[in-house]
């Protein structure tokens, strides 16, 4: 949908009033540090649903992140406020109906590529971890203890590496990797001929996952990528294999990555996103009980390094999150023409 499809806002020389959910402290920082005089920030930690809609009221835009939901019950409410626009802070926007924001005529715009490359050097950063069990290093170290039994890693140099999903991210991290020596093999439902002329080569879903010493998930949330990886999945990749989901959490089935880890199957998993996230990640939880078992059951292993969806969270990504959600902003609310009109329109889902 293009911005001509919208109504101008109604609201061109007031300031806009835009909530921001799921807030932290950092999102403070850097959304204040570059707001224009024409926009006005009003900051909550809480996430957006059916539930906490009511705080938009006055509102005319909300800001959202990757765990706030937005279905077809709040946009109404949001609707029915005044609200006429959804500024996600992120990429992904598989928690958005966007279907129904459009039928309904609701803008919602996104950052559609803040910083590959700081998610793909922390792809990079779990594998080398994994793979020399610096987690486990760390902590020997600390206390003294210089054994390196058990700490055995393997050179990347040479390894057949497979990449599910080859767009900005995952071309980042096939760059990096080309670097260390690896063989790339990629399977993408888009084949890109920048990712052939690197060198790397499209393969089919069955052959990489067969193949491949290490697989990393850089492909979006979809109905049909929901749980990709699998039991049959699982039991059909290299004995030894090492995974790595820096994308979204729910495409990997955590019972059968588990299974498989218990089966030893998967030598080593690595996971920046999980499927239950939404009401475990962004907050220090550290005097709770974690009630979540199957995320608790994942910590016991010692091949498994789990960080809380922290990709992303580089000072120049945060600066472009923050600068690209003030120009979606203006831009909706104003519809001028800016220079990069082409740049911003395409934000627009
Ligand atoms: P992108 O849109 O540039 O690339 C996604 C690629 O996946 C595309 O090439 C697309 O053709 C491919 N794809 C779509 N359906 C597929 C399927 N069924 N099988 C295989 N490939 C398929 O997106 P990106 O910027 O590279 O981001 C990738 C994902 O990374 C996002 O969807 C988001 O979920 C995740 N992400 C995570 C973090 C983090 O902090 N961990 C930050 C940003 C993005």
Same mark, same amino acid.
């Not at 509102?59 to 626009?85: K, P, R, Y």
């Not at 792809?123 to 390196?148: P, S």
């Not at 050179?155 to 670097?179: D, H, M, P, R």
């Given at each position: 949908?293009?911005?001509?499809?919208?109504?101008?806002?109604?609201?061109?020389?007031?300031?806009?009033?835009?909530?921001?959910?799921? +807030?932290?402290?950092?999102?403070?920082?850097?959304?204040?540090?570059?707001?224009?005089?024409?926009?006005?920030?009003?900051?909550?930690? !809480?996430? @957006?649903?059916?539930? +906490?809609?009511?705080?938009?009221?006055?509102?005319?835009?909300?800001?959202?992140?990757?765990?706030?939901?937005?279905? =077809?019950?709040?946009?109404?409410?949001?609707?029915?406020?005044?609200?006429?626009?959804?500024?996600?802070?992120?990429?992904? *926007?598989?928690?958005?109906?966007?279907?129904?924001?459009?039928?309904?005529?609701?803008? /919602? %715009?996104?950052?559609?590529?803040?910083?590959?490359?700081?998610?793909?050097?922390?792809?990079?950063?779990?594998?080398? =971890?994994?793979?020399?069990? @610096?987690?486990?290093?760390?902590?020997?170290?600390?206390?003294?203890?210089?054994?390196?039994?058990?700490?055995?890693?393997?050179?990347? *140099?040479?390894?057949? /590496?497979?990449?599910?999903?080859?767009?900005?991210?995952?071309?980042?991290?096939?760059?990096?990797?080309?670097? &260390?020596?690896?063989?790339?093999?990629?399977?993408? /439902?888009?084949?890109?001929?920048?990712? !052939?002329?690197?060198? =790397?080569? *499209? !393969? %089919?879903?069955?052959?990489?996952?067969?193949?491949?010493?290490?697989?990393?998930?850089?492909?979006?949330?979809?109905?049909?990528?929901?749980?990709?990886?699998?039991?049959?999945? @699982?039991?059909?990749?290299?004995?030894?294999?090492?995974?790595?989901? !820096? %994308?979204?959490?729910?495409?990997?089935?955590?019972?059968?990555?588990?299974?498989?880890?218990?089966?030893?199957?998967?030598? =080593?998993?690595?996971?920046?996103? *999980?499927?239950?996230?939404?009401?475990?990640?962004?907050?220090?939880? %550290?005097?709770?009980?974690?009630?979540?078992?199957? &995320?608790?059951?994942?910590?016991?292993?010692?091949?498994?390094?789990?960080?809380?969806?922290?990709?992303?969270?580089?000072?120049?990504?945060?600066?472009?999150?923050?600068?690209?959600?003030?120009?979606?902003?203006?831009?909706?609310?104003?519809?001028?023409?800016?220079?990069?009109?082409?740049?911003?329109?395409?934000?627009?889902?």
């Amino acid at each position: 949908m293009t911005l001509d499809q919208y109504k101008p806002s109604g609201n061109q020389t007031q300031q806009n009033k835009v909530i921001v959910f799921s +807030s932290q402290a950092y999102d403070k920082d850097f959304l204040t540090q570059h707001c224009p005089d024409s926009i006005e920030f009003q900051f909550f930690e !809480t996430k @957006l649903d059916a539930k +906490s809609v009511v705080l938009a009221s006055g509102f005319d835009v909300v800001s959202v992140f990757v765990n706030d939901t937005i279905d =077809a019950e709040v946009i109404d409410a949001l609707l029915e406020m005044g609200v006429e626009h959804i500024a996600l802070r992120c990429a992904g *926007y598989n928690n958005v109906d966007v279907e129904y924001a459009n039928e309904r005529g609701m803008a /919602v %715009s996104r950052v559609p590529a803040y910083s590959p490359q700081a998610v793909a050097e922390h792809t990079i950063a779990l594998m080398m =971890a994994l793979n020399r069990k @610096l987690h486990k290093a760390y902590n020997r170290v600390k206390e003294g203890n210089f054994d390196l039994n058990g700490l055995l890693g393997f050179n990347l *140099y040479g390894k057949t /590496v497979g990449i599910i999903g080859t767009g900005k991210i995952g071309q980042a991290v096939i760059n990096i990797l080309l670097g &260390f020596g690896c063989k790339i093999i990629c399977y993408d /439902v888009a084949q890109s001929v920048d990712v !052939t002329a690197k060198g =790397a080569h *499209y !393969t %089919s879903l069955d052959e990489l996952t067969q193949q491949s010493d290490i697989i990393s998930l850089h492909c979006p949330l979809l109905p049909e990528t929901k749980h990709l990886i699998n039991n049959a999945r @699982l039991s059909a990749m290299k004995e030894g294999v090492m995974l790595i989901n !820096t %994308s979204r959490g729910k495409l990997v089935d955590t019972k059968a990555v588990i299974n498989a880890i218990k089966r030893k199957h998967i030598g =080593a998993l690595g996971l920046d996103v *999980y499927e239950m996230e939404e009401n475990l990640f962004f907050k220090n939880r %550290s005097s709770e009980i974690i009630e979540d078992d199957v &995320f608790q059951r994942l910590l016991t292993f010692p091949n498994v390094l789990i960080t809380g969806h922290q990709g992303f969270f580089t000072h120049e990504a945060l600066t472009e999150i923050a600068q690209t959600t003030i120009s979606n902003i203006e831009y909706f609310a104003s519809q001028q023409k800016p220079e990069q009109e082409d740049a911003i329109a395409s934000n627009f889902l």
